[in-house]
Nanobody
Framework: QVQLVESGGGLVQPGGSLRLSCAAS????????MGWYRQAPGKQRELVAS???????NYADSVKGRFTISRDNAKNTVLLQMNSLKPEDTAVYYC??????????WGQGTQVTVSS
């Protein structure tokens, strides 16, 4: 069992930055692939960025070059640094932990609003 708690969301102006943090507790954090997803009103939840247990990262095309995902296995945390934010980045951001064959956990989400 893994418990995930996100923090760091808020209101920011276009062009600004935010850093989201996801604190994990429970099972062996380092063995899980971690991801950040987001869901805007009326839209499906989508993958923003992910990082494997070995540190390989993957990004949605819409955030490449602006967002950076990282993990600290010693602190059981995963971060999402978001720069050059746009209004279309507005969404609830969710932290995810996954491990084959059937482990999949979600945090409660944190709201990010990009608006002037």
């Amino acid at each position: 069992q893994v418990q995930l708690v996100e923090s760091g969301g808020g209101l920011v102006q276009p062009g600004g930055s935010l850093r989201l943090s996801c604190a994990a507790s429970g099972s062996i954090f380092s063995s899980y692939a971690m991801g950040w997803y987001r869901q805007a009103p009326g839209k499906q939840r989508e993958l923003v960025a992910s990082i494997t247990s070995g540190g390989i990262t993957n990004y949605a095309d819409s955030v490449k070059g602006r967002f950076t995902i990282s993990r600290d296995n010693a602190k059981n945390t995963v971060l999402l640094q978001m720069n050059s934010l746009k209004p279309e980045d507005t969404a609830v951001y969710y932290c995810n932990a996954a491990r084959l064959p059937n482990r999949n956990y979600w945090g409660q989400g944190t709201q990010v609003t990009v608006s002037s």
